[in-house]
């Protein structure tokens, strides 16, 4: 199906939705006072404690494995001090996208779905790191938030993407050439129009639609093949949403190992086993990380 | 005596450095308990002094016997699930599609160490399946290979006890086994698929005549093997696999720094090596 129609009907179908989640309100403000060159800690920390909810998930995640302080931090002014404010859009960001989904149910089963979410977005910061990619904090959230378009299938199509996934179960083709041939659409362009509608940067955009075909990516390529890799890698080492799809891959054939390798040639003496055994160490890691941020009950010192 | 993580991951990244073999963290209580039977019988005191130890001159006699308490020399059907269910439901449907092309309906398959037959007559179990479908009128050969002859006659017996059928799914079960007082006996109708054969992977003259398999599995074998010996036996594997074959090692091995001929074709839970 052509890519225009599929874009089209993504946006009608996300247009439709009158009751979309919005960003919570602290966090179009974070993002805004972000822009504000002399903006001081103090401030973003007062604001974002101001939301309960928010000022908890950062907590989490910056005490989860991913991030690994030496020692546990427990005030919100010393994580943005830790992160560093460039990296707190970054946090606020995907807090709130966890906040808007996190508590609805769909078609997904969403601990498994954060869990694969959350794998992607921890093996895309190792694989930066080997890559030399400079940005890891960006990496990691393009990971997490590189289905979103599934939620939105998920929970506001329920009935039509429980049909796709029950196709996947029975042929074996990926979810994405499933969705573009039961619903016309698939959850990149609709990921792409929710990013859209809420203002996300331009690369997280571009990660969003472009992460099953980094080579066609116009803002940041090898962010999306950063992503496109650590996708294939958690699907197959237990991060893949409890197997729903069928995927087998040959890093030699991918077009994103291919952007890699070009931007880090020592990629190819990879020890890409060792890689996978160490991922299926990492699982549990995950698991405990998605489920201490939505499975358990919000506090937060300020 | 309980491990500490770091003298785990001392521990686990040298015997994957000599071996290939990974240890999961899963598995840290199993080595721990096997290191200590290690420990009591050289005198060693601590993890520390074990690794020490190992990295001596002495290391490479200590290191054999390391290696026959950690790698578990017992074998049962049905062993790597995520292996077999790729090549059930995907490998092999797409070997037989390009072999079908070819006009070519016979399907090899070596099981190269074999042991007892575990691991050959799984795979004539799987395949008898797919007799009336996909393999229907195809020629299916299947050989075990052994270096050990007792182990080769048991295979070719085809006699198990309870804890080496255990996995086995109830419809092959019912279908293909039958229990005796405690022995579980091995239809003929699967046992005629498979020849057992004495072979040792060194011996070049013989290797070179293992010719056209399709799927080669060598699996907890190669660990034994100096880099050296490792990476001659496999290029035998590359040479004597068809151009669209896979080669399997075990659960938790590598072929890192072995070979770089064979491409890692990755799938849920596993990976296969591919020509």
Known sequence: MDKNQMMERAEILVGAVDDLPTIPVVATKVLQLLDDPDVQVEEIADLMLSDQVMTARVMKLINSPVYKPTQEITSLKRALVYLGLRHVRELALTTSVIDVFGGTSGALELNAFWEHSFGVGMVSKIIAQKIGYEDLEKAYISGIIHDLGEVFLSNFLQEPFMEVLEYIKAHPVKLIDAEAQLLGTTHCEIGLSMARKWNFPDAYCDVIEHHHNPGSATVDPILCAIVNISDLFCSVRGLNYGGREWISFNLSEEEAWTILKNKAPGLAQMDIERFCYELDDAVPDVSALVSAIFNSPEKAKP | ?275
């Open chain 2, 1 to 275: 005596m309980a491990i500490s993580d770091k003298d785990f991951e001392q521990l686990r990244d040298f015997i994957y450095n000599i071996c290939g073999m990974y240890f999961h963290t899963t598995k840290k209580y199993f080595l721990e308990s096997r290191l200590t039977r290690r420990m009591e019988a050289t005198g060693t005191k601590t993890y520390q002094d074990y690794y020490l130890l190992l990295k001596s001159p002495r290391g490479s006699e200590e290191l054999k016997f390391l290696m026959d308490e950690i790698t578990t020399n017992e074998t049962y059907f049905f062993r790597n699930v995520p292996q077999l269910t790729a090549l059930e439901n995907k490998l092999l449907p797409e070997l037989v599609e390009i072999k079908n092309k070819m006009g070519f309906r016979k399907l090899r398959i070596w099981s190269a160490a074999s042991s007892s037959g575990e691991e050959a007559y799984t795979m004539a179990m799987i395949l008898l399946e797919k007799r009336a479908t996909l393999l229907k009128d195809w020629i299916i050969e299947i050989v075990g290979t052994d270096i050990n002859e007792t182990v080769i006659a048991q295979a070719k017996e085809g006699i198990y006890n309870a804890y080496s059928v255990r996995n086995i799914p109830d419809a092959y079960k019912r279908k293909y086994i039958k229990e005796d007082n405690g022995r579980f006996i091995l239809s003929p109708d699967v046992k005629k698929f498979v020849t057992f054969n004495k072979l040792n992977l060194y011996e070049d003259s013989k290797m070179i005549f293992m010719k056209s398999f399709d799927f080669i599995f060598c699996a907890n074998v190669l660990i034994y093997f100096d880099t050296a010996s490792k990476s001659k036996v496999v290029q035998h594997f590359y040479n004597n696999l068809q151009p669209y074959g896979y080669f399997f090692v075990g659960q938790s091995e590598s072929l890192h720094g072995v070979n770089d001929k064979f491409k890692t074709v990755h799938f849920p839970g596993g990976f296969g090596y591919k020509k």
